[in-house]
């Protein structure tokens, strides 16, 4: 995932966008164990404006492989709404979800587990790098009744300059990332990452989201 992206996705993006390297972010700042936890009590506030799609472009090898090997991972309702009413409920069923996969699953390199460059799967041996750790955690939430169209693979450049995979959660409150590297689910805008593409409404293509860049934040419940 990080080599391929890191070829396909950060470079040209960069590129067509006109970052300058210094734009980077360059450090994501974590405090706290946990003890702040993201209950259903606290809904977060309305995070505007939505991450804005542009251009469809490819999607990388492993989503296509993916796509390729279990179609079902990458089929869309259309008729599911393509964001959702983030109730009391839903916002504790997404915060649980993504802390109890996060602790599920060790992270292991595509090359350590499977010898490959890039290898986008469910983690069923309890190991898998940032882009398994989203698909375990859409899985969950789609059985929890969360609308797969909602949920979208997101491609990203992260503190350290490097390419990453997390979930973003389109909801009538805002955009939403889930990332394994914290248990605290944040507004897109608040992450510290570089956005660079993300799944389309259909599941088999992406859409660019032209480089943009989201503020560094501290976070508590980490």
């Not at 950060?10 to 450090?27: C, E, G, Q, Y």
């Not at 179609?71 to 393509?82: G, I, K, N, R, W």
Request: proline share 6%; glycine share 6%; hydrophobic share 40%.
């Amino acid at each position: 995932m990080r080599e391929l992206l890191y070829r396909r996705l950060s470079a040209r993006s960069f590129l067509k966008s006109r970052l300058h390297p210094t734009m980077l972010v360059l450090a994501l700042m974590l405090v706290g164990s946990g003890t702040h936890a993201q209950t259903v009590a606290a809904l977060p506030s309305r995070s505007r404006p939505a991450a804005t799609k542009s251009d469809v472009i490819t999607p990388v090898p492993g989503w296509t492989r993916l796509c390729r090997q279990k179609p079902e991972q990458c089929t869309v309702d259309p008729s599911e709404p393509a964001t959702i009413t983030l109730t009391p409920q839903a916002w504790q069923t997404i915060t649980r979800v993504n802390r109890q996969v996060n602790a599920a699953i060790q992270p292991m390199t595509d090359r350590e587990h499977w010898g490959v460059a890039d290898h986008w799967d469910l983690a069923e041996d309890g190991y898998g790098d940032c882009e398994d750790y989203q698909l375990v955690k859409r899985q969950r939430l789609v059985a929890a009744g969360i609308p797969r169209r909602a949920l979208r693979l997101t491609a990203v450049i992260d503190e350290d300059s490097a390419p990453h995979a997390v979930m973003m959660v389109r909801t009538d409150r805002g955009d939403f990332i889930l990332d394994n590297k914290r248990n605290a689910v944040l507004p897109w805008r608040k992450t510290g990452y570089i956005y660079l593409q993300r799944e389309g409404g259909t599941g088999l293509n992406w859409v660019s989201l032209g480089g943009a860049i989201s503020s560094l934040v501290a976070t508590a419940g980490r």
